[in-house]
């Protein structure tokens, strides 16, 4: 079955700290895709990454940063010299094979970014 | 502009009604998800179709209907069945497979429906 795990309920950094969210994984299956996702206080979820499970590589994207680990079943999000609009809630979510299936997410991390 | 959207933004409902929510795309999607959000949780699916006239259900379909009768709609019904309908309801739309690989799903801006 599938199943995420994001264990930092609340996280608050002050401005320009970095900060790192964590996302642990189990699936059974040997092709899957793994998703970032932003719900800012608007409500509307904000696709952020997607990674396959072929892609170990890591990614960067501006202040944003992805390490993606197999061998400990890990997809985890770094923001670096966080600023207060990335006070939001962030949620990694799962999906097994290609095509629609439907996306397993993780309960959510709220991060608060304070000035 | 392409998008999801979602109406009414808020929702309230007496005991013992049905509701139904709204949920239109004009990106040519193929699939589509209804997904319900509770405080402090993640997001759980209650039906999802991949295409016209088919649609499955997902974790928590009991007290929920829907239909897929167009491409672009995906209303979802929330019948007095359901014993606890306060929630924050999130549809989703995805191109589906293209060439093998995964798409992304697009939210719309949710629904927040309240018993009254």
């Known amino acids: 079955a599938q199943k995420v795990t994001q264990a930092q309920t609340e996280i608050s950094v002050v401005e320009k700290e970095d900060v790192t969210l964590d996302c642990v994984y189990e699936?059974?299956?040997?092709?899957?895709?793994l998703f970032w996702y932003k719900q800012p206080p608007s409500g509307e979820l904000v696709f952020l990454i997607r990674?396959?499970?072929?892609?170990?590589q890591n990614e960067i994207s501006g202040r944003y940063s992805w390490n993606f680990q197999k061998s400990t079943s890990s997809f985890n999000f770094t923001i670096t010299a966080s600023q207060v609009v990335d006070s939001a809630v962030y949620f990694c979510?799962?999906?097994?094979?290609?095509?629609?299936?439907?996306?397993?997410f993780g309960k959510g991390t709220r991060l608060s970014v304070i000035a | 502009d392409g998008g999801i959207t979602q109406s009414p933004k808020y929702l309230f409902r007496k005991e013992g009604q049905n509701v139904t929510l709204s949920c239109e795309q004009n990106?040519?999607?193929?699939?589509m998800y209804w997904y319900r959000q509770d405080p402090g949780q993640g997001l759980r699916l209650i039906y999802y179709s991949q295409i016209v006239n088919d649609f499955q259900k997902g974790d928590i379909a009991e007290g929920y209907s829907v239909s897929r009768e167009k491409k672009e709609s995906f209303p979802l019904t929330v019948t007095s069945a359901q014993k606890n309908p306060t929630a924050f309801y999130l549809c989703?739309?995805?191109?589906?497979?293209?060439?093998?690989?995964?798409?992304?799903?697009?939210f719309g801006p949710g629904t927040r429906l309240t018993v009254l």
């Open positions: 979510a799962l999906s097994e094979g290609p095509g629609n299936t439907p996306l397993v």
């Open positions: 990674r396959n499970s072929f892609d170990e």
């Open positions: 699936t059974r299956d040997t092709t899957y895709y």
């Open positions: 989703a739309s995805t191109r589906g497979a293209v060439g093998g690989r995964y798409n992304e799903q697009f």
């Open positions: 990106l040519n999607h193929d699939a």
